[in-house]
């Protein structure tokens, strides 16, 4: 079956924009999950979604949001983007059973932000 | 606060020299140690779940186990196609399903 998709793959920002990234869970998946991977912090928590609603946020600020869409959809955005935003954003999903830690990750799309 | 340290940062065997990786972990709770394995430009793929204490996990030359303070990946007999990072995460028990992850250990098998 398809994995987890993302779009887009690659995005090149200048401070101040905004950027708005799609990921397309596992079919059936319910539970999908942000996170920013970056070589100095590592793979960090964004947020969860379950059911279009945000479950759990992690330590990230206000410019940082996101939402998740009927068919299990989600996006997620930066506003007023910084440069230490360039970062690589993973996006997983999960049937949301007892075994919730069996992530299936996208492929990522890596911004850059100049 | 909870936090997971992985250790070597970077490791490089010749084909067939088996060895270990490990993951310290610090949990108010442990609901669950996972392995992801991450080749270059990809997300990582998951390898195993660890739930308890004493708990091993294999597939093909890898072996997880689990104590109440670390994990190690073994690797026995490696292929140059095992050469990637490898990402220890923890998952407290509480209300949040969030992964910690490690730093990961890069490894490089060499023919």
């Known amino acids: 079956k398809a994995g987890v998709t993302q779009t887009p793959r690659y995005l090149i920002k200048t401070r101040g924009q905004q950027v708005t990234l799609s990921c397309s869970p596992i079919?059936?998946?319910?539970?999908v999950s942000w996170y920013q991977q970056t070589p100095g912090q590592g793979l960090q928590f964004l947020f969860e979604y379950f059911s279009e609603t945000q479950r759990n946020k992690g330590n990230f600020p206000g410019r940082f949001s996101g939402r998740q869409f009927s068919n299990s959809r989600s996006e997620m955005n930066v506003s007023t983007l910084e440069l230490g935003d360039s970062a690589l954003y993973l996006c997983?999903?999960?049937?949301?059973?007892?075994?919730?830690?069996?992530?299936?990750f996208g492929e990522g799309s890596r911004l850059t932000v100049l | 606060e909870d936090q997971v340290t992985q250790s070597p940062e970077a490791l490089r065997l010749q084909e067939g020299e088996s060895s270990s990786l490990n993951c310290s972990y610090t949990?108010?709770?442990?609901?669950?140690l996972f392995w992801y394995r991450q080749d270059p430009g990809k997300g990582p793929e998951f390898l195993f779940t660890l739930y308890s204490a004493g708990e091993e996990k294999e597939k093909e030359r890898l072996k997880a186990t689990l104590t109440k303070k670390e994990s190690f990946l073994h690797i026995t007999a490696p292929k140059p196609e095992d050469s990637a990072t490898y990402l220890c995460a923890v998952q407290a028990r509480d209300s949040s399903y969030k992964l910690i992850f490690g730093s990961g250990t890069r490894l490089l098998v060499r023919p």
């Open positions: 949990v108010s709770g442990l609901r669950g």
């Open positions: 079919s059936g998946h319910r539970s």
């Open positions: 997983a999903s999960s049937p949301r059973t007892e075994r919730t830690g069996e992530l299936f």
